[in-house]
C-alpha cells in the first residue's frame, strides 16, 4: 500500500527531525510514501478564529489534491490531522459548506468528492504495518530510555486518529514496550500543552508545560515521547530553561515518536535529525546481538 | 406611594424569570431553534463536566459552562468582550466529554469571529494579531513561514518580549529549526482565487448586525456532535 504524505508547514520548519525521522522510518519499514505535490498551510485553528469558509476551503484544496493520487493522506501533524479530518467530516455533514467550498475550489479547477481517508503515521505503524513487523525490524535496543509517551489533544480529540480510548490511549506505549524500551505510567498523556497560547498567552503555556514535565520526572521518566510538533516545541523549549519544572536539576528532552523509533530501527541520530532537540539526548540504542539464523 | 412587590408571592413557580430577561432568553432561543440543529444548546444540562475538564478553565473570566449559560439567556455581548473565548487552546476536552455532544470549542470559535467582524477588541490584541498575521502568512506564500510570523506578532503586540525571547530564538535557530526563507507553493494564484472566492461566503462586517449574532455561530457549532456523545 501506498501513503500520500502531507508534511504540514511545521514539518518543514521547526520540526523538521519529525519529518527526517518518519520518512526514515517507513523507509525501514519498506513502506511507500510520496510528498503531496504543492500542498498547501492546513489553516490550523489560527483561521478558523478568522474566517470559517475560507478555513475550510483551503484547508480542501489538500484534500483534492490528495483524492488525485486516489492514496490515503498521511499527516503527522496534530493540528494538521485534526483540522483535515475536520473540515472531510464537515464536508460531508454540511451540503451548504459543501457547496460554498465546491465553488471555491472551482476557482482553481480543483473537485473534491470527499473520497479522502487522513491519518496519522501513528495509526499506520499500529493498524497497516503492525507492532510485531516494527519488532521483527528492530536492530537496536532502546532500553537505556525510558519514556513518558504523551499524546497530547489532537489526535484523540475531536477525532480519534485510532480506535482505542481517548481518554487513556496505549498504542504508543503498546509499540515502545514491544520495542523494550522501560515505558513509564504517564497520567497526563492527553493533557493540552497550551498550544498556540505559548505566544500568545505565555504564562499560562508555560505553567501547563511544567505540570508536564513535572509528571514526567515525578515518573522517573528520561525523556517524553511525542506525537504533534506544538507540543515538541512547548516541551523543549520550556524544559531548556533553568526553571523549568520541579527544581530538578535532571534534564528532560522530548523526542518525536519516529525518532525513539528509528533508534530501534537503526537508524543513526544524525538521521534523525535528534541534534535538533534543544535538551540534548545522552541516552544511546545498542546494536541488538545478531541473531543465529 | 410607591408599591411594592410582594416577596412572598415573588416568582409563581421556581424557575420563573424577571420580565426582562425572560423576554431576552426567549427571543435568544427562538433565534437559536430557527438553526439547523441549534435546539442542542437547549440541551445542555449545566453539569459542568465541560468546565472541570479546562484546562484553563483556571485563567478564564467566565468557564465554558457560564459561557453556555450566558449565550443562553441573551448575554452575547459580554461573552465577545470576554477573556474566556481568547484563552481556549483548542483541546477539545469539553467537546469530547459533553454528555449532551454539544461543540463547545466551535461555539467557542465562532463567538471569536464575531468579535472580530464587530471589532470588540483591542488592535493590538494578541490571539487577534496572531491570527491575523498567520493568516497574512498563507495568503502570501501559502504556507506559515514561522520566522515572519514570529517577528511580525511580538513586534505589534509586545517588542519587548523579542528581546527577552531572544534566548529561545537563538537555541531553536542553533538547532536549526529556524526557516529564514519562507517555503512558496507553486499554485499560489490558485489557491488566492480559492481565498477570494471563499471570503464572500463568509460574513461581511456591515452585515453583522446585534439581532443576527446568533446566525453567525457558524455552520457547525450548533450541529449535534453525533461522534462526541458516543
Same mark, same amino acid.
Given at each position: 500500500?501506498?501513503?500520500?504524505?502531507?508534511?504540514?508547514?511545521?514539518?518543514?520548519?521547526?520540526?523538521?527531525?519529525?519529518?527526517?525521522?518518519?520518512?526514515?522510518?517507513?523507509?525501514?519499514?519498506?513502506?511507500?510514501?510520496?510528498?503531496?505535490?504543492?500542498?498547501?498551510?492546513?489553516? *490550523?485553528?489560527?483561521?478558523?478564529?478568522?474566517?470559517?469558509?475560507?478555513?475550510?476551503? %483551503?484547508?480542501?484544496?489538500?484534500?483534492?489534491? /490528495?483524492?488525485?493520487?486516489?492514496?490515503?493522506?498521511?499527516?503527522?501533524?496534530?493540528?494538521?490531522?485534526?483540522?483535515?479530518?475536520?473540515?472531510?467530516?464537515?464536508?460531508?455533514?454540511?451540503?451548504?459548506?459543501?457547496?460554498?467550498?465546491?465553488?471555491?475550489?472551482?476557482?482553481?479547477?480543483?473537485?473534491?468528492?470527499?473520497?479522502?481517508?487522513?491519518?496519522?503515521?501513528?495509526?499506520?505503524?499500529?493498524?497497516? %504495518?503492525?507492532?510485531?513487523?516494527?519488532?521483527?525490524?528492530?536492530?537496536?535496543? %532502546?532500553?537505556?530510555?525510558?519514556?513518558?509517551?504523551?499524546?497530547? #489533544?489532537?489526535?484523540?480529540?475531536?477525532?480519534?486518529?485510532?480506535?482505542?480510548?481517548?481518554?487513556?490511549?496505549?498504542?504508543?506505549?503498546?509499540?515502545?514496550?514491544?520495542?523494550?524500551?522501560?515505558?513509564?505510567?504517564?497520567?497526563?498523556?492527553?493533557? #493540552?500543552?497550551?498550544?498556540?497560547?505559548?505566544?500568545? *498567552?505565555?504564562? %499560562? /503555556?508555560?505553567?501547563?508545560?511544567?505540570?508536564?514535565?513535572?509528571? /514526567?520526572?515525578?515518573?522517573? *521518566?528520561? #525523556?517524553?515521547?511525542?506525537? #504533534?510538533?506544538?507540543?515538541?516545541?512547548?516541551?523543549?523549549?520550556?524544559?531548556?530553561?533553568?526553571?523549568?519544572?520541579?527544581?530538578?536539576?535532571?534534564?528532560?528532552?522530548?523526542?518525536?515518536?519516529?525518532?525513539?523509533?528509528?533508534?530501534?530501527?537503526?537508524?543513526?541520530?544524525?538521521?534523525?535529525?535528534?541534534?535538533?532537540?534543544?535538551?540534548?539526548?545522552?541516552?544511546? /540504542?545498542?546494536?541488538?546481538?545478531?541473531?543465529?539464523? | 406611594?410607591?408599591?411594592?412587590?410582594?416577596?412572598?408571592?415573588?416568582?409563581?413557580?421556581?424557575?420563573?424569570?424577571?420580565?426582562?430577561?425572560?423576554?431576552?432568553?426567549? +427571543?435568544?432561543?427562538?433565534?437559536?431553534?430557527?438553526?439547523?440543529?441549534?435546539?442542542?444548546?437547549?440541551?445542555?444540562?449545566?453539569?459542568?463536566?465541560?468546565?472541570?475538564?479546562?484546562?484553563?478553565?483556571? =485563567?478564564?473570566?467566565?468557564?465554558?459552562?457560564?459561557?453556555?449559560?450566558?449565550?443562553? +439567556?441573551? +448575554?452575547?455581548?459580554?461573552?465577545?468582550?470576554? $477573556?474566556?473565548?481568547?484563552?481556549? @487552546?483548542?483541546?477539545?476536552?469539553?467537546?469530547?466529554?459533553?454528555?449532551?455532544?454539544?461543540?463547545?470549542?466551535?461555539?467557542?470559535? @465562532?463567538?471569536?469571529?464575531?468579535?472580530?467582524?464587530?471589532?470588540?477588541?483591542?488592535?493590538?490584541?494578541?490571539?487577534?494579531?496572531?491570527?491575523?498575521?498567520?493568516?497574512?502568512?498563507?495568503?502570501?506564500?501559502?504556507?506559515?513561514?514561522?520566522? $515572519?510570523?514570529?517577528?511580525?506578532?511580538?513586534?505589534?503586540?509586545?517588542?519587548?518580549?523579542?528581546?527577552?525571547?531572544?534566548?529561545?530564538?537563538? =537555541?531553536?535557530?542553533?538547532?536549526?529549526?529556524? =526557516?529564514?526563507?519562507?517555503?512558496?507553493?507553486?499554485?499560489?494564484?490558485?489557491?488566492?482565487?480559492?481565498? =477570494?472566492? @471563499?471570503?464572500?461566503?463568509?460574513?461581511?462586517?456591515?452585515?453583522?448586525?446585534?439581532?443576527?449574532?446568533?446566525? +453567525?455561530?457558524?455552520?457547525?457549532?450548533?450541529?449535534?456532535?453525533?461522534?462526541?456523545?458516543?
Amino acid at each position: 500500500m501506498n501513503y500520500t504524505y502531507y508534511p504540514g508547514c511545521s514539518l518543514h520548519a521547526a520540526a523538521l527531525s519529525y519529518d527526517k525521522s518518519m520518512l526514515a522510518v517507513f523507509k525501514k519499514l519498506g513502506v511507500e510514501i510520496t510528498e503531496l505535490e504543492d500542498w498547501n498551510c492546513c489553516g *490550523a485553528t489560527a483561521y478558523m478564529s478568522v474566517k470559517e469558509t475560507v478555513a475550510f476551503a %483551503i484547508s480542501a484544496r489538500n484534500l483534492a489534491l /490528495a483524492e488525485k493520487t486516489g492514496d490515503d493522506l498521511v499527516a503527522p501533524c496534530s493540528a494538521c490531522f485534526a483540522v483535515l479530518n475536520k473540515t472531510r467530516k464537515f464536508l460531508s455533514e454540511l451540503p451548504e459548506l459543501r457547496e460554498h467550498v465546491a465553488s471555491a475550489l472551482a476557482e482553481d479547477n480543483l473537485e473534491y468528492h470527499g473520497k479522502v481517508t487522513v491519518r496519522h503515521p501513528l495509526e499506520v505503524l499500529i493498524n497497516d %504495518i503492525g507492532i510485531e513487523r516494527v519488532v521483527a525490524a528492530q536492530t537496536h535496543s %532502546i532500553s537505556e530510555f525510558r519514556p513518558a509517551c504523551y499524546y497530547g #489533544c489532537q489526535i484523540v480529540r475531536p477525532e480519534r486518529a485510532l480506535e482505542e480510548d481517548p481518554e487513556i490511549p496505549m498504542s504508543m506505549d503498546d509499540l515502545f514496550t514491544a520495542l523494550g524500551a522501560g515505558v513509564v505510567d504517564y497520567p497526563p498523556k492527553v493533557s #493540552c500543552c497550551g498550544g498556540m497560547l505559548i505566544a500568545t *498567552a505565555e504564562e %499560562i /503555556a508555560v505553567k501547563l508545560t511544567k505540570e508536564l514535565i513535572g509528571w /514526567a520526572r515525578d515518573r522517573e *521518566a528520561n #525523556c517524553i515521547v511525542t506525537v #504533534c510538533p506544538m507540543c515538541q516545541n512547548n516541551l523543549d523549549v520550556v524544559a531548556r530553561r533553568p526553571e523549568g519544572g520541579n527544581g530538578s536539576p535532571r534534564p528532560m528532552p522530548t523526542l518525536y515518536f519516529t525518532q525513539l523509533l528509528g533508534l530501534a530501527l537503526g537508524c543513526t541520530p544524525k538521521e534523525l535529525g535528534l541534534e535538533q532537540c534543544l535538551v540534548p539526548v545522552t541516552m544511546k /540504542a545498542h546494536a541488538l546481538p545478531q541473531e543465529e539464523a | 406611594m410607591m408599591t411594592f412587590p410582594d416577596p412572598m408571592k415573588g416568582p409563581s413557580e421556581p424557575g420563573v424569570l424577571p420580565e426582562t430577561e425572560g423576554e431576552l432568553r426567549k +427571543a435568544f432561543l427562538s433565534e437559536v431553534d430557527r438553526i439547523p440543529g441549534g435546539a442542542l444548546l437547549n440541551r445542555c444540562i449545566q453539569c459542568g463536566t465541560c468546565s472541570g475538564s479546562c484546562p484553563v478553565n483556571y =485563567a478564564m473570566d467566565y468557564s465554558p459552562r457560564e459561557v453556555i449559560a450566558m449565550f443562553r +439567556a441573551g +448575554a452575547i455581548e459580554t461573552l465577545l468582550r470576554s $477573556r474566556t473565548i481568547w484563552i481556549c @487552546a483548542s483541546c477539545y476536552n469539553c467537546t469530547a466529554r459533553c454528555p449532551s455532544g454539544i461543540k463547545i470549542t466551535d461555539l467557542l470559535y @465562532a463567538l471569536k469571529r464575531i468579535a472580530i467582524e464587530r471589532k470588540v477588541l483591542p488592535s493590538k490584541f494578541p490571539v487577534y494579531v496572531m491570527s491575523e498575521t498567520f493568516v497574512d502568512n498563507v495568503r502570501r506564500y501559502g504556507r506559515n513561514y514561522e520566522l $515572519r510570523l514570529i517577528l511580525r506578532y511580538f513586534l505589534r503586540v509586545k517588542p519587548l518580549r523579542l528581546l527577552s525571547g531572544l534566548g529561545d530564538g537563538m =537555541a531553536l535557530w542553533r538547532h536549526g529549526r529556524m =526557516a529564514l526563507r519562507p517555503d512558496k507553493i507553486k499554485g499560489l494564484k490558485g489557491l488566492r482565487r480559492i481565498i =477570494a472566492k @471563499a471570503e464572500t461566503f463568509d460574513r461581511p462586517q456591515e452585515l453583522v448586525a446585534r439581532e443576527k449574532v446568533t446566525d +453567525a455561530v457558524g455552520y457547525h457549532a450548533l450541529k449535534p456532535g453525533v461522534e462526541a456523545a458516543k
